[in-house]
């Protein structure tokens, strides 16, 4: 079992940056592949990044150049740095573990889940 907690969301202006932080406990943190996803009013869950045990990134096209993920095994955290946000970035924004390393886009594949944090930007 791992338990999610996100945090670092909250309203800014587009152009403007934010940075999300997910803390972990319970079983190794570092055994995990944590991904960040994202869902917006009216629609699906979508994956954003990703970041593997040993420090594989993965992004979804959207957020390639703008959004950064990176992690701190001695913190057990995951980050999540967003530049130049835009109105289409505001969301409900959550963490998320993966066993394995594979699959990094598949919201299928992650077990388990923090409760999200609003990003919220304003034009």
């Known amino acids: 079992q791992v338990q999610l907690v996100e945090s670092g969301g909250g309203l800014v202006q587009a152009g403007g940056s934010l940075r999300l932080s997910c803390a972990a406990s319970g079983r190794t943190f570092s055994d995990y592949t944590m991904g960040w996803f994202r869902q917006a009013p009216g629609k699906e869950r979508a994956f954003v990044a990703a970041i593997t045990w040993s420090d594989g990134m993965t992004y979804a096209d959207s957020v390639k150049g703008r959004f950064m993920v990176s992690r701190d095994n001695a913190k057990n955290t995951v980050y999540l740095q967003m530049n130049n946000l835009k109105p289409e970035d505001a969301a409900i924004y959550y963490c998320?573990?993966?066993?394995?390393?594979?699959?990094?886009?598949?919201?299928?594949?992650?077990?388990?889940w923090g409760q999200g944090t609003q990003v919220t930007v304003s034009s």
């Open positions: 998320a573990a993966h066993l394995g390393g594979l699959g990094l886009q598949n919201i299928v594949n992650y077990g388990y």
